[in-house]
């Protein structure tokens, strides 16, 4: 079976939803073919945080700080019910394009360890509250999930599959 999904590292939601899709074919013993698609929330986001994820989540749904606290505390809580030790409250809100083109790079030319690499890098993002916009934190990702450094800097170091990210969203869209 081939399963399309919509990811982008910033949302919690995408975690969850990929651990729910996946623990629901393991449970009923399907053979997925993973196909990740880029759609990235934040686009203006930067390299470096500038806002911290409460005021960012109160700003765009209008919400209070109190508010939007809550919400982020219910969304940890549901992670946690599906395994996941989720910290959204401080993560490091920046830019997820280059984790999107490192993982559209994994799709093309190694599809075998494109769920590994997208379930790190969540992990690296939502729960170890690292930075991805960081083309070290990302090459380090990429090592561990049996990519070439070099493969991993050629991608991350120039603009390779940047219109790819692009047409993923229109798609969606």
């Not at 651990?19 to 990235?40: G, P, Q, T, V, Y």
């Amino acid at each position: 079976m081939r399963i399309i999904y919509l990811i982008d590292f910033n949302c919690p939601y995408s975690y969850i939803g990929l651990e729910r899709i996946k623990k629901a074919a393991e449970s009923l013993n399907l053979d997925i073919e993973w196909e990740m698609r880029s759609f990235e929330l934040e686009p203006s986001a930067g390299k470096r945080q500038t806002i911290n994820t409460t005021d960012r989540y109160a700003d765009k749904y209008e919400l209070s700080p109190e508010d939007a606290s809550k919400k982020i505390a219910e969304i940890e809580r549901i992670g946690l019910d599906d395994g996941l030790k989720i910290n959204y409250r401080d993560m490091l809100l920046t830019s997820s394009k280059d984790a999107l083109r490192l993982t559209k790079f994994a799709q093309n030319m190694h599809p075998e360890i494109t769920l590994k690499l997208v379930e790190e890098i969540f992990h690296s993002n939502l729960v170890e509250n690292e930075n991805i916009a960081d083309i070290k934190v990302l090459t380090k990702i990429a090592i561990s999930c049996g990519l070439e450094e070099y493969e991993a800097k050629k991608i991350l170091e120039n603009n390779y599959y940047n219109i790819e990210i692009y047409l993923d969203k229109e798609e969606a869209l």
